[in-house]
């Protein structure tokens, strides 16, 4: 396995995790709700959002970074 493979791999791994982590949000909007306070009258699941948000940015992160190196070229075999 070359180095180029694993990370290629990682990138497909980071990009599908980062799909479904983004699906798993909730909608901020918070609609007619919003208006009456009521938005906030739920906050146990305030740690889950905030760890949530925590692991799509670390996955935001290493998606764009791979990114950046696989167009980039950078692994190519010099000749």
Known sequence: M????IVEALWLVSALG???LVL???PKGDGLGG????AQLFTSTK?????LNRVTWVLTV???GLTVVLSAGWLQPRA
């Open 2 to 5: 070359t180095v180029k493979l």
């Open 18 to 20: 980062l799909t479904a």
């Open 24 to 26: 798993l949000h909730s």
């Open 35 to 38: 208006l009456g306070g009521q």
């Open 47 to 51: 740690s889950a959002e905030i760890t």
């Open 62 to 64: 290493l998606f764009m």
